[in-house]
């Protein structure tokens, strides 16, 4: 069973910067299409970033497109987050995810993805 982990979260001030991990020992990222959820307080859960492997591009919802950038390095089979110009509004549990089947259409419906990390929690404090 794939086994992910999602890592870095923390308190951040507004303004600031995190950078979140994801890693699954013995999965081979490179494989599947990667996603970064979140859920904020009192919401569902929702897509941020994803890299889908049929193309290779990555995606971006719109309320974080030009603050965070998502990255994967093959070498450490690592998945990451930069999260940059935190807002209040970013508190959340992130999560990775990862779909071993063709994504199309909403690369962010959770349905795409088989696997599922813990979560790692976020607070940007005002």
């Known amino acids: 069973e794939v086994q992910l982990q999602a890592s870095g979260g923390g308190l951040a001030q507004a303004g600031g910067s995190l950078r979140l991990s994801c890693v699954a020992p013995g999965f081979t990222f490179a494989d599947y299409s990667i996603g970064w959820f979140r859920r904020r307080p009192g919401k569902e859960r929702e897509g941020v970033s994803c890299i889908i492997s049929s193309n290779g591009r990555i995606y971006y919802a719109d309320s974080v497109k030009g603050r965070f950038t998502m990255s994967t390095d093959n070498a450490k089979n690592t998945v990451y987050l930069q999260m940059d110009s935190l807002k209040p509004e970013d508190t959340a549990v992130y999560y990775c995810?990862?779909?071993?089947?063709?994504?199309?259409?909403?690369?962010?419906?959770?349905?795409?993805?088989?696997?599922w990390g813990q979560g790692t929690l976020v607070t940007v404090s005002s």
């Open positions: 995810a990862a779909s071993a089947g063709v994504i199309y259409g909403d690369y962010f419906l959770t349905g795409w993805y088989n696997y």
